[in-house]
């Protein structure tokens, strides 16, 4: 038997618990330029019809998103 | 070689290819030049890993992240295994049996200047056709910070201390964009995510020539250089900002400065100094205390220096 497994989201679990920090999108503010999306080390911004959405499950709070938001839609807030 | 313009919203209609929920750091600078080369892809693409972290966070036994076929190798021999990869669907497609597909070299700067490099300059000599993609933290990152070929002088790692008898590592970083582009290759070129386009435009170049092409990006490491996670992009545009790290491509042997580079050599005024980079990384505040002004001073010489040879070559 070869133990095989296919290719996943979360294949090292919900990387999501390991926030201390998470990023709060301001619809509002956003222009769904994208920025967020193109620097986000995990892949943890979900692009929707016309905003982006962040996927909890696995974002890590690393903060560059709310760093790179040129419109300042994303704050940081502790988890 | 087709017109390649690529917008945000065009890139992110694409599936992603290395998933989320891997292992690597929250703010991880590797993850950021992986997923914008992959963006660079134009059809089937085997994906060929050196020993490092990229590899370990991303595929903890049985699982995988890597929604595309992935193979890793040793720290030694990357650039072999893609030599081997190219080789087989060579033979495929001279069978009949399929067509080729394009391949992608990951590896870190341990796996690139110091282990893999005679995998590498053997690739390279003999003409093999794959990207080689080169991610630079500018230390072992993955087996706890030892300095590497790629570390600057005055950095500290966990092998190069910062005390009263040393201050941090003595030696330079090898220039080993010079190096690999000595190798008259088709393409060769530097990279900084922070200048995401300018990073896929290239990646897409070197996956459209034939023969062998190498990209150098920088990236960041927030556990090795000390550093907020969310400054990881904000650093590697200081980088370039600073001309520590200038956006340049070799194509067919002729230099060209790209992007933000291109634009600091145009109006000098736009360069910062150095300084600027090296005071958010906890690798270099020795360098910030006014006691060692007379060193701070000396690696802003050691940029100018390079940034004044780089400019050269490319003719500006």
Known sequence: MI?????????????????????????ERCTNCLLCWVYCPEGAIERTEDKVEID????????????????KAIVMEDE | MNEFNPTLKGLAAKEEILMPGHRLCAGCGASIVVRQVLKATRGPTILVNATGCLEVATTIYPYTSWAAPW???????????????????????????GKRSDVIAFAGDGGTYD???????????RGEDFLYVLYDNEAYMNTGIQRS??????????????????????????????IVAAHDIPYAATASPAYWRDLIVKARKGIEVEGPAFLHA?????????????????????????CYFPLFEVENGEFRLTSRSKAIAKRPELKKPVSEFLK????????IKPENADKLEEVQKG???YWEKIKKLCGE
């Open chain 1, 3 to 27: 133990p095989l497994s296919e290719p996943k989201e979360g294949a090292s679990g919900k990387t999501g618990r390991w926030r201390t920090e998470k990023p709060v999108l301001n619809k």
């Open chain 1, 56 to 71: 909890y499950d696995y974002c890590k709070g690393c903060g560059v998103c709310a760093n790179e938001c040129a419109r």
């Open chain 2, 71 to 97: 193979i890793h190798s040793a720290f030694e021999n990357t650039a072999a295994t893609a030599s081997g990869v190219v080789a087989a669907e060579r033979a495929f497609e001279k069978k009949g049996l």
């Open chain 2, 115 to 125: 282990i893999g490099f005679q995998a590498l300059s053997g690739a390279l000599e």
């Open chain 2, 149 to 178: 070929g790629s570390t600057p002088r005055y950095a500290w790692t966990t092998t190069t201390p910062v005390g009263p008898a040393e201050m941090g590592k003595l030696e330079y970083k090898k220039p080993i964009d010079l």
């Open chain 2, 218 to 242: 920088i990236s960041t490491c927030d556990r090795g250089w000390r550093h907020d996670t969310g400054e990881t992009v904000e650093i590697m545009r200081l980088a370039v900002e600073t």
């Open chain 2, 280 to 287: 958010l990384q906890g690798r270099f505040s020795h360098l």
């Open chain 2, 303 to 305: 940029v100018d220096r």
